[in-house]
């Protein structure tokens, strides 16, 4: 009520004033004339009656915008406002000279122009003035968001999706940030609004396995909006990012990993790390084992870890949907994951 209230009284003020800017250039400013009265009246009339509707919508859409946007980017523009303001400081005394009302009007409306373009200007090369300033203050800035919020890990689509990574962040392993890029929250948002059944459960699973790294982990989550400079694809992006910030990039995509490897960035890769977790098993060992199905042949059974890995067991088709006995004869590592073959203990 207050701020509806306080809206008014300023549109009024405000379009008063105006009332009387106009009434001056139309009737010399006398202020017994009545129309000059009638322009300032009018004017704060109706700025009484339009301003909570007209500041209201633009106050809200002001609002939402300043809280989307990056601190990096919003520093920027103060930085291209500063600028443009002091060129059209410097600007504004020969064009004061112009005669009439455009030595008044044209000082304003060259600042104006000026802060706009020099807000616009840093914002959209932001990413190509920073590697002006050089190495040293890019190593330097690196530097201190380390020592700020802790080594910085950024996370791929394929990771988040996946989902184990915030199994790992439970455990307490894992140290430093968990950096999400804003463009890959817009890839998994993009992916959850498909129209595709497969793809939009995926891309909701991501969505959910985010909100469990920030309510469910003890490792710092932080959502981070930076230009990358003319990468078009999503990968790209994320390389680029990791070798800005010196970062690793956890992912269970193979061809990220490789692309990333060679231009000498840092992966955790949670495929890697689920089969080097895998318990070890020797040939000779025993174990208890449900057999699932049929194998691919004659007379083979096929059960599975707890863990997964597959277990061959020869002559273990007659032990079909029954638990058996079974000792480890030879252990096979492939392209897939790792196969274990078996025969029932006592044959």
């Known amino acids: 009520m207050f701020s509806r209230t306080f809206l008014r009284i300023v549109g009024a003020v405000v379009l008063g004033y105006v009332g009387w800017q106009l009434g001056r250039l139309t009737d010399g400013g006398d202020i017994t004339n009545p129309w000059l009265l009638a322009y300032v009246g009018g004017g704060a009339i109706i700025g009484l009656v339009v301003a909570p509707w007209l500041v209201s919508p633009v106050a809200s859409r002001v609002q939402r915008a300043i809280v989307r946007t990056s601190i990096h980017h919003f520093v920027s523009g103060l930085i291209g406002l500063a600028v443009g303001l002091g060129l059209g400081a410097l600007l504004a005394p020969p064009l004061s000279l112009l005669p009439g009302m455009w030595g008044r009007l044209a000082p304003m409306a060259v600042s104006l122009f000026l802060a706009y373009m020099g807000a616009s200007v840093v ?16 190593s330097m800035t690196a530097s201190a968001r380390r020592s700020a919020r802790g080594n910085p890990i950024l996370l791929d689509t394929s990771a988040i999706i ?10 307490g392993f894992l140290q430093g940030t968990l950096v999400i890029p804003k463009f890959i929250l817009d890839e998994l948002q993009f992916i ?4 595709d059944s497969l793809r939009r459960n995926r891309g909701r699973r991501g969505l959910e396995v985010l909100n469990r790294l920030q309510k469910e982990t003890t490792v710092p989550v932080q959502v981070m909006d930076v230009p990358v400079g003319d990468a078009e ?11 800005r910030l010196r970062s690793p990039i956890v992912t269970g995509d193979y061809n990220l990993n490789r692309v990333a490897e060679l231009q ?9 790390l689920a089969n080097a977790l895998k318990p070890v098993v020797l040939p000779g060992e025993e174990m208890a084992l449900r057999i699932l199905q049929e194998g691919k042949e004659m007379g083979q059974g096929v059960g599975f870890m707890d863990d997964g890995t597959m277990v061959v067991v020869e002559g ?5 949907n029954r638990d058996v006995s079974v000792v480890v004869s030879r252990v096979l590592q492939t392209a897939a994951g790792r196969i274990i073959f078996a025969h029932p203990k006592g044959e």
């Open 264 to 272: 000498g960035v840092k992966v955790l890769n949670v495929n890697q």
């Open 123 to 138: 914002v959209a090369r932001e990413g190509d003035i920073l590697q002006l300033l050089g190495g040293s203050f890019a």
């Open 162 to 171: 996946d989902g184990r990574i915030a199994d790992v962040c439970q455990t």
């Open 316 to 320: 273990g088709r007659r032990y079909l």
């Open 233 to 243: 694809d999503v990968d790209s992006k994320l390389v680029r990012l990791a070798k």
């Open 192 to 195: 959850a609004d498909s129209t």
